[in-house]
């Protein structure tokens, strides 16, 4: 069956130092990858996408994805945290073979920011 | 630019009622999905529609129907409400012909009592 597995429920990090949120996914062939993140009270922000090509993803708010094939991986990573950041993250997969775009989402990681 | 809008806020009914949420796409987008957030989950796909019509579907019961109207805009309905739907509804709509930009509104928070 297919699955997003965040293994992280939660993640504490110092402001100022770097983050990264793991995702591995079950898929049959490799899916389109996304990183969203959720404020309290407000919707799904895209970070980063990935559908081929440079396995180094660059987003927006300075995060980065690494699309790791051997390991079934989509790691996001920022070098430098700030308390802003604090939020839940949601990797999610799409088959490349759907023209609808169904999203499959992870459980979510929540990044709490310590001064 | 108005981005993806959903009404109301937040609901609260009691087991056995029915519920409607709404949701405004974002300008120029004429596809709309609706997910369903439980506590501490993460979103799971309900249903897409497109051009009026429901063109995939989740794993949900048959109490759960939409529409969507010729201005793109759609309607989630819940029928014989259980405790279990208590959850955040979210909307995201996007172009058709862009599969990965999907933008999401901030929900609305339904509760079953």
């Known amino acids: 069956a297919q699955s997003v597995t965040q293994p992280d429920i939660h993640i504490t990090v110092s402001e100022g130092a770097s983050l990264e949120l793991r995702c591995n996914y079950s898929y049959g062939a490799t899916p389109y990858l996304f990183w969203y993140v959720q404020s309290p009270g407000q919707g799904l922000q895209l970070l980063l996408k990935?559908?081929?090509?440079?396995?180094l993803v660059q987003g927006i708010k300075g995060f980065e994805a690494e699309f790791k094939r051997s390991q079934s991986s989509f790691n996001l990573r920022k070098p430098s945290v700030h308390w802003s950041d604090a939020a839940e993250y949601f990797c999610a997969v799409g088959s490349p073979t759907d023209s609808w775009g169904k999203l499959q989402f992870g459980a979510g990681t929540q990044v709490v920011v310590t001064p | 630019d108005a981005g993806v809008t959903q009404s109301p806020t937040h609901l609260i009914k009691t087991r056995g009622q029915q519920v409607t949420l709404r949701c405004s796409p974002k300008s120029g987008h004429d596809t709309v999905s609706w997910y369903q957030q439980a506590l501490g989950q993460g979103p799971q796909f309900i249903f897409q529609y497109y051009e009026e019509e429901e063109r995939q579907r989740g794993n949900f019961p048959d109490r759960f129907s939409g529409h969507q109207f010729p201005n793109y805009s759609s309607e989630l309905n819940v029928n014989a409400l259980l405790l279990g739907d208590s959850a955040l509804y979210l909307c995201a709509s996007s172009l058709l012909i862009s599969y990965n930009e999907q933008f999401f509104g901030p929900g609305t928070r339904l509760t079953v009592l």
């Open positions: 990935y559908f081929s090509g440079d396995t």
